[in-house]
């Protein structure tokens, strides 16, 4: 079946699906590309088919460069889709098996799941929230925090989930931009056996902006926490009595499902918008195909909820299919770094998703963890959020999938809804380190400057060059930035992806990171800008620039370059007060790995930082030509203090 494929593949090193998976496959039909390049509104309309609507659209597409509408004028409800319509046959099936961190466990039905949204949807309509009003959902990866989104979608009410490990400034800051006045929180969770007090971090935020008028608090580990009198609800005081039925509100197929707010170029978080319809149908085909989603199967997404993988790949896409779903709330090396391996073990894990970085640690802490257990349920994995390295990817090949599952390499963006670029399990030959090929209907290449596509081998832009269902629809309350970013580079039609990325001569697609000032460390996409304004807020601190530097495990880590306010002394506790500063205003995933106190930055005649030079400042590799720069004698200084820096 794979033949055909296999035989033009001039590549040096190259796997291809066993025939045994490739005859299961939920897609194996070799011309499904063809197919959907021919017609892709067709293809698109044929799969629609897979959602319950209550109404059938008049119009697949309408697509106004950069607008798009998608299923014109359809209703359809995504809670309904994603629990209801499973009732009959399987509302025994478990939907979610959740594990906490502590070893204990719950696990819900497709029934109980249904129950347990309409009472908090029931809930929810209590304390006054409307169709179209925002709810921020500030929880960690426990149940409600499922439950909480579905509940929002039943009523209609567009969901924003905040990370739970982000600080109250950046909560604040996404619950203001969103202009939500319904938050829901938590008491507290444990993470690495170390109780974090998330209500208190909620408080802190809430405190700084006005307008929310209700925080509903789910009691998680019986942490005594002060309520505040109008305010504060507990989750379980809410739903006590709340009937187990709550009709779905009949949504538009272009109404907002949800928001997400996610890193760009700028100090300010772009909240991306999700439609419904469309997202529907995109998440549900990119699950069935690329982790070909069984009735039987145990898939595990580790991701967090608070991110867009959680949100396609842990909740919408697996329980569209009516897969059961397991939820782990925390960290991989909690009680030790089995903790994985046990879990796939105990619960037959069959599907495994996760990030390269989460690989590569575990490739250092070496095959005896894995091999502590059977892992023997495996059938596929996956791999998100960078680029995976070959050496990593044969790791997780051997080691982990015994060298009998398929790898299916995502790449995809918050923008995206949905994946673009990965291989179909049963039909893709694979090769390390490759995404592969754009998803059937996508239309995905590699350009330049001025939009021509460049020849195979060589680098370029990332581009999608025609409209999916699940793409983003626009940046809330801000119009001209998703413009701006997105569809200013070549046109309105051309999507710019902010990657760097090569197509060889099979026409596979070799994602090289990002081409803007979006660092990714361990998975998680950050803002330089964001840390430089958080760096230049503390008063010790005249000019801040902050840069990735490669890292073994992580991909990158964060290196802040600081430049004091006049009369500030250097010193080693000034700089630990500067790393906490930023992890205290963003969260711990923006803590920099590296500070340094420097005399100046390189800098064009006109005042530009260099980044080109700081970049390879940061990194230690060849500077370059430096006679343009305002301050050359500044490189050497720079460059000795990073050494320095890098041997502690
Ligand atoms: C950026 C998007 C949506 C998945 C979670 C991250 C990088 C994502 C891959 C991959 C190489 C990848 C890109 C992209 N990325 N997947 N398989 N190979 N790079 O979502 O936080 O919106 O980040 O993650 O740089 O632009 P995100």
Known sequence: MTDTIESSLKAEHVLRPSKEFAAQANMNDPDIYQKAEDDPEGFWEGLADNIDWYHKWDKVLEWEPPHSQWFVGAKVNASYNCLDRHIRKNGDKVAIHWEGEMGNSESYTYKQLLESTCQFANGLKEIGVKKGDVVTIYLPMIPEAVIAMLACARIGAPHNVVFAGFSSDALAQRVGDAKSRYVITCDGYYHRGKLLDQKEKADKGLDKIEGVEKLVVVDHVANIVPMKDDRDIWWHDLIRGADTECEPEVMDSEDILFLMYTSGTTGKPKGVVHSTGGYLVGTYVTSN???????????????????????????????????????????????????????????????????????R??????????????????????????????????????????????????????????????????????????????????????LDKQGNRVPPGRGGYLAIENPWPSMIRTVYGDEQRFLDTYWSEWGTDIYLAGDGARVDEDGYFWILGRIDDVIKVAGHRLGTMEIESSLVSHPAVAEAAVDGKADEIKGEVIFAYVILSADVPESEELKQELIAHVAEEIGHIARPAGLIIAADLPKTRSGKIMRRVLKAITNGTDVGDVTTLQNPEIVEELKRKVKEASMH
């Not at 898939?299 to 608070?306: E, I, N, S």
């Not at 918050?414 to 996508?442: C, D, H, N, Q, Y």
């Open 361 to 446: 640690m575990f490739m250092k802490w070496g095959a005896k963890y894995p091999q502590m257990h059977d892992l023997s349920s495996l059938r596929l994995l996956g791999s998100v959020g960078e680029p995976i390295n070959p050496k990593a990817w044969s790791w997780y090949y051997e080691q982990i999938g015994g060298s009998r599952c398929p790898i299916v390499d995502t790449w995809w963006q918050t923008e995206t809804g949905m994946v673009m670029i990965t291989s179909l399990p049963g039909l893709t030959p694979m090769k390390p380190g490759s995404a592969t090929r754009p998803f059937p209907g996508i239309q995905a290449s590699v």
């Open 289 to 359: 195909w690329i982790f070909d989603l069984k009735e039987n199967d145990i898939y595990w997404c580790t991701a967090d909820v608070g991110w867009i993988t959680g949100h396609s790949y842990i909740v919408y896409g697996p329980l569209l299919n009516g897969a059961t779903v397991v939820l782990y709330e925390g960290a991989p090396n909690y009680p030790d770094k089995d903790r994985f391996w046990d879990i796939i073990e105990m619960y037959g894990v069959t599907i495994f998703y996760t990030a390269p970085t989460a690989v």
